[in-house]
């Protein structure tokens, strides 16, 4: 499986952005999709997952109600709506589709929150 994140920019805070992530091959909806993120100096961070089997979603108690992770399965893409945002969300955020013993990792894409 082969990933695509799209989608980062600057924002101010308060502001909205939409990251994408597109994914190779026939398989992608067996995938639990999960999206990270992580800010300069400080570890790779959970952000959310959306399940394959049913599409429940998970998510971080840092980004719960401001963010909402989605996927289309017929465009192999799952999406994460990024909502009053703020400094603090500053991040490369990467996706990865969650197997049996790892992940498949997306390249990131930089998510910048002004103050």
């Known amino acids: 499986v082969q990933l695509q994140a799209s989608g980062g920019g600057l924002v101010q805070a308060g502001g909205s952005l939409r990251l994408s992530c597109v994914a190779s091959?026939?398989?992608?909806?067996?995938?639990?999709m999960d999206w990270f993120r992580q800010a300069p100096g400080k570890e790779r961070l959970f952000v959310a997952r959306?399940?394959?089997?049913?599409?429940?979603?998970y998510y971080a108690d840092s980004v719960k109600g401001r963010f909402t992770v989605s996927r289309d399965n017929a465009k192999n893409t799952v999406y994460l709506q990024m909502n009053s945002l703020r400094p603090e969300d500053t991040a490369v955020y990467y996706c990865?589709?969650?197997?049996?013993?790892?992940?498949?990792w997306g390249q990131g894409t930089q998510v910048t929150v002004s103050s």
């Open positions: 990865a589709a969650r197997t049996g013993s790892g992940y498949y």
């Open positions: 091959g026939r398989t992608f909806s067996i995938y639990d």
């Open positions: 959306i399940n394959g089997s049913d599409s429940n979603a």
